[in-house]
């Protein structure tokens, strides 16, 4: 069986001429990530509130609040990805990066 190149990907021998900018990419692609899973499950949370066992819905549109707060982040506090993180998004992984797990950062 062969493995297709995914043209998507950044090649090995790219990433390592331009780390510096792939590693930065890839920073801000991990910041973002972090960011819409706590959002959605800030949104999932509101959706159903109670208060004086009346259910009270709360609708919150979870993309205009991911990009509320990711414009008002600061570049100064994003956090570096762990080494074993691997984006979901296939524009930011490395050629055979997936091989090493599946992508995502150890949630599940």
Do not use: C
Not at 1 to 17: F, H, P, Q, V, W
Not at 28 to 53: G, P, Y
């Amino acid at each position: 069986m062969s493995t297709a190149l995914n043209i998507n990907m950044i090649g090995r021998e790219e990433y390592i001429d331009q780390k510096p900018y792939w590693d930065y990419q890839r920073k801000i692609e991990f910041n973002k990530e972090q960011l819409k899973w706590n959002v959605d499950r800030i949104a999932e949370s509101l959706l159903s509130m109670t208060d004086d066992s009346e259910i009270k819905k709360i609708e919150v549109d979870a993309e205009d609040m991911f990009t509320e707060m990711w414009n008002r982040l600061p570049m100064e506090e994003y956090e570096d990805p762990p080494r074993n993180w691997i984006p979901e998004n296939e524009k930011y992984q490395i050629v055979d990066e997936h091989t090493r797990g599946r992508p995502g950062w150890l949630r599940s």
